[in-house]
């Protein structure tokens, strides 16, 4: 968990400065996520991380069941998120289940959840906005294991939550396996 911990936190702090850099007539752009253009993509990373960082640091490990409302300086709001949760991880959050709503599951699976859905949030904001994104490989690796636990047919495919995966070779970069076992084209371009 420490090794995931350390991994969120990097990915969080590296995903507020690439909201941070983002100038006023970038806001619009398309991005990968196809139903969200840049903002509405950033709003969905500080709306879910606020309301993870909120729910490990609740005593009873309780989040509202949907994204935190956003307001103010996005970049400022996922830094608070990182500290929050860190700080709670730092005390043991993770080893007690998180709950959004009614549902819950437990800590260092929704840990494990969050550094992939904000590794690939990540590049999808990044490739948007033309800027690099590098996550660790460790990190890469973690996700490209979990990933592909929680992509169930259920899940994947056509008018679901991700879209089909993208086929890439076996030896392609971990970021580029990551994003396309999570619905995305590795080459995408705007």
């Known amino acids: 968990m420490t ?32 139903e969200f253009d840049v903002a509405a993509l950033a709003d969905h990373v500080v709306g879910w991380s606020t309301t993870f960082a909120t729910g490990y ?4 490990g309780r989040a509202l069941a949907g ?3 956003v307001a103010g300086d996005r970049a400022e709001a ?8 860190d700080k709670a991880l730092a005390d043991g959050a993770a080893q007690r289940p998180l709950a959004l709503g009614e ?8 840990l494990s959840m969050i ?7 990540g590049w999808d904001l990044a490739v948007a906005l033309g800027r690099p994104w590098a996550p660790d490989e460790e990190g890469l ?3 490209l294991g979990f990933a592909p ?26 970021l580029d396996r990551l994003v396309a076992v999570s619905g995305r084209d590795p080459h995408w371009s705007a």
């Not at 991994?7 to 991005?31: F, I, Q, S, Y």
């Not at 640091?57 to 009873?60: E, G, M, T």
């Not at 996922?78 to 949760?85: E, K, S, V, Y």
């Not at 169930?152 to 030896?171: C, I, L, M, N, S």
């Open 57 to 60: 640091a609740d005593p009873q």
């Open 3 to 34: 090794d995931t911990r350390s991994h969120v936190n990097t990915v969080l702090v590296a995903l507020a400065d690439l909201v941070d850099g983002v100038g006023d007539d970038r806001w619009h752009a398309p991005t990968p996520c196809t």
């Open 103 to 110: 549902a819950a599951m437990p800590g260092e699976m929704a």
């Open 78 to 85: 996922i830094r608070a998120a990182a500290t929050t949760l």
């Open 115 to 121: 550094l992939w859905e904000y590794q690939v949030h």
């Open 141 to 143: 690796e973690a996700s």
């Open 149 to 174: 636990m929680m992509l169930t047919d259920d899940y994947q495919g056509e008018g679901k939550p991700f879209a089909p995966r993208v086929p890439v070779a076996d030896d392609a970069p971990a």
């Open 67 to 69: 994204p935190t409302p």
